[in-house]
């Protein structure tokens, strides 16, 4: 069973029929949750709504209603008490175990004791994210309202040939700023499963020494 977005991991319930169907059948269930960072959950979120609601956006004249980037993880942040969620499929499912969602390849082909998978997936059937850059910038000009609107729709389409291409929206203060709205979470996988979502801090750069001079 593959729950493909962290909202359904809030459908608990959904597991009670397979619950009672591994009882009756006598079997055992082992969950695995696959996390993104909340970084990367946040940006895609900010992404997603601009890519579903850009019309309305336009035809308003205030993106995300209004919205920061910061202001919106703020508003929505309280839909994601991952770790809350996590613990009650635990309840459900003894030895539920999450990962990160880079681990998703290795994981599966070790359960499966297979590396002959095709991972590919066509273009068509993707949901690429746009660049946060370009979000901001798309929802500069509609808040700012000089823009015609043949020109915004330029401007979105543009923005879908630039996926991939280097991403100066996602800065390390924002990360840094998830982070922060998300820490309890956070703290919570990291006490009952063990995963930590943040990125790794960079290693210290080491200080030059001297060598010694010999008399």
């Known amino acids: ?5 962290e909202d359904l991991l809030s459908r608990w319930n959904d597991g009670n029929p397979l619950v009672t169907l591994a009882a009756e059948l006598g079997i055992q269930v082992q969950v695995i949750a696959f996390l993104r960072p909340f970084s990367q959950l946040m940006f895609g979120t900010y992404s997603q709504m601009m890519k579903q609601r850009f019309d309305a ?3 308003a004249g205030a993106a995300y209603d209004g919205m920061t980037f910061e202001d919106l993880v703020t508003h929505i942040a309280p839909r994601y008490e991952v770790d809350s969620f996590l613990n009650q499929w635990a309840d459900r499912f003894p030895g539920l175990r999450a990962a990160h969602s880079d681990a998703i390849r290795a994981e599966i082909e070790g359960l499966l004791n297979t590396d002959d998978l095709d991972w590919d ?7 690429p994210s746009l660049r946060v850059h370009d979000c901001d910038h798309i929802a500069t000009l509609i808040r700012d309202g000089k823009t015609p609107i043949e020109e915004l729709r330029a401007e979105y389409a543009a923005a879908h040939h630039r996926i991939g291409q280097p991403d100066e929206g996602r800065t390390a203060e924002r990360i840094a700023m998830v982070d922060t709205v998300f820490a309890r979470r956070i703290a919570g996988l990291i006490k009952h ?3 930590d979502l943040r990125p790794a801090a960079p290693s210290p750069t ?4 001297q060598a010694p001079i010999l008399p």
């Open 121 to 127: 997936v066509p273009h068509a059937l993707t949901n």
């Open 193 to 195: 499963y063990n995963i």
């Open 57 to 59: 956006f336009a035809a």
């Open 1 to 5: 069973m593959i729950y493909s977005h």
């Open 206 to 209: 080491p200080t030059p020494t």
